[in-house]
């Protein structure tokens, strides 16, 4: 089994509701993040975190909300942990009501998540991550995958040059059919090229490649995975791999499927397999997952169980095969 130990992050919250987790590495252990209040958009929700120190992990601390400077309510959405090669520890997330409100914010840590900086703006037309994590490129270029959900959902790119601090936004360009697709996971796979994995309202997971470390990109086609629009996450493992996290269950409009998630392999970049089911029971939900591999190799996954609990898995990607 490439199972290596599972549990939850959080214990019982004092919360109804607990969605939308991220995870990083940094100052030599693991961190998360995520949502909890008392339903979703409601305007208690806030973004919390905990770090695993050792074996345990520590207890959530909320550390944002959805006060906007003039004390008003609003909720938060998605939170986004990146951990730069140089430089703090940064948390993305968005503060608002409707979609064509959202505020971006971003958060620093300097001590791997102990404490947090006040949250700043994201300068104007930036959306920042969408929800999973940025990608830092071997010539230090980060690409974040980001989208927009009004006046039908797009994605778009942003690109920094300086660590993540300022961003320039990329558009890929539009088929002869478009594509309802936000929430990129981006895959490295060397030498400049990329491909993101998207979700959309298509039945199947969409992908977009770039040959030119993120500058263009190609039209949005389909993969040979089911996507019930459902957000996953992605990552390209040290031995040359793509391992996905996903929903792999038929999209039924206006229905919300997330009762299945599973892990995919692909070893060519074009054939994609289901290596391991991590969840599967009837009527729950288990989604919005976030992935990384972390030094030791061992990959790390976060997601969210029945809407109470975020869980933690650890693969062994040398036990999958």
């Known amino acids: 089994m490439a199972t290596v130990t599972t549990e939850f992050v959080n214990p019982p919250q004092n919360v109804a509701f607990c969605h939308a987790s991220t995870i990083a590495y940094s100052h030599g252990h693991l ?31 909320r550390v944002a909300d959805g006060l906007s400077p003039d004390g008003k309510a609003m ?16 948390l993305f997330y968005r503060r608002g009501k409707l979609p064509d409100d959202w505020h971006p914010l971003r958060m620093t840590s300097l001590d791997g998540g102990a404490t947090w900086s006040k949250p ?15 990608v830092e490129l071997t010539n230090g270029i980060v690409i974040a995958g980001s989208s927009t959900e009004y006046g039908g959902w797009k994605i778009h790119f942003e690109r920094s040059k300086d ?25 490295d796979h060397g030498q400049g090229k990329l491909q993101a994995l998207v979700r959309t309202k ?31 996450d992605a990552v390209t493992l040290n031995d040359g791999r793509d391992l996905i996290v996903t929903n792999p269950l038929p999209y039924v409009e206006g229905r919300w499927d997330r009762h299945k998630l599973s892990v995919f392999i692909s070893a060519d970049r074009r054939t994609y397999r289901n290596v391991l089911d991590l969840e599967n029971e ?11 591999q972390s030094p030791d190799g061992m990959v790390h996954i976060t997601y969210t169980w029945k809407k109470v609990h975020i869980k933690h898995v650890v693969l062994d990607p040398k036990r999958i095969h």
């Open 31 to 61: 961190v998360a993040a995520w949502l909890a209040g008392s339903k979703e958009a409601a305007n208690d929700v806030g973004v919390w975190v905990a770090r695993l120190d050792g074996s345990q992990w520590s207890a959530p601390v």
């Open 120 to 134: 700043d703006t994201l300068r104007p037309n930036i959306s920042g991550p969408a929800k999973d994590k940025p």
């Open 202 to 232: 298509s039945g199947f997971v969409f992908s977009t490649k770039s040959r030119d470390w993120g500058k263009t990109w190609s039209v949005l086609a389909p993969l040979d995975i089911p996507n019930s629009n459902s957000g996953l």
């Open 163 to 187: 660590g993540g601090n300022t961003w320039d936004v990329v558009y890929p360009p539009v088929g002869p059919r478009p594509v309802q697709a936000i929430q990129p996971a981006i895959l």
């Open 75 to 90: 909720t938060v959405i998605n939170p986004i942990l990146f951990s730069p090669k140089r430089g703090p520890l940064m």
């Open 282 to 292: 009837a009527n729950q939900e288990f989604s919005y997952p976030a992935v990384i």
